[in-house]
């Protein structure tokens, strides 16, 4: 446990989530080697927002690198939904597209539940899909959310078996929130999911041993609201003016995450670092997600990929 004299461990996502490519190129290399099928990943971007254009070239770069095909289509924001919607038609009769993923946040003149749910759900990698939704529901297989998932891996070679623990999340959103809780509760944790009408939240994280902060404001959980011991999962990725005061000025900036680290690693047992943490592990999930989507569409087992 840390305490004044002790520090957290720090849960390293970034190197888990290259191990996890690693393996997931290894395999996809495995399955074109042996059936002649390389897995195939469209990314689809609406618009030039800035941080959704970071986070797709990244996913095109890593699938690239991970040997599988990688196709991003960039559509302009003045793009209709019927366009839309018969590009991810075209992608779901593609037979060399095992994945597609539409980027969030999409234009307002864009319903955007109804482009997720016009994708086939086999190729739903996001797992956004209410069909995935609902297997993840019921324990049937499908295609899991990158986020919730690739979290739930860093806790579980982070802490063994999850039966029995307290697991708090705080944050309801469907991407992780909600997904999250079901996973959790399929490793047999006791789950709160609580967000921002909660009453009490310091209290309510006070008694998580496992604590899981997806909300989106930045350093919101304290220090003293975890307890001594816990491990803290922090999936906030937000943009703040930099520390330094000159180069605030200068309009420079930092990531932090909704964990306020410099307090809470003094008091968890381990906690995800912002960047470098949970961030990575979606990256690696999604082309995880891929490779899983590319076997069932073959009808072939596909391999494990677990460390
Ligand atoms: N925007 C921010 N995160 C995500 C994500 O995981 N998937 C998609 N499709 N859009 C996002």
Redo the contacts with the bound molecule.
Sequence with gaps: MAGPDTRAAIIDGKAFAAGLVERVAAASARLEATHGLKPGLAVVIVGEDP??QI?VRNKGETTARAGMRSDTHRLADTISQAELLALVGTLNADAGIHGI?????LPAQIDSSAV?GAIDPDKDV?G?HVVNAGRLAVGLPGLV???PLGSTMLLKHQLGDLSGLNAVIVGRSN?VGKPMAQLLLAENCTVTIAHSRSRDLPALCRAADILVAAVGRPEMIRGDWIKPGATVIDVGINRVPSADPVKAAEGRTRVVGDVAFAEAVTVAGAITPVPGGVGPM?IAC?LANTYNAACRAAGIEPERLDA
């Design positions: 941080a959704s986070y993923l539409v980027q969030l946040p997720l996001d956004f959310p990158c986020t991407i979606t999604l």
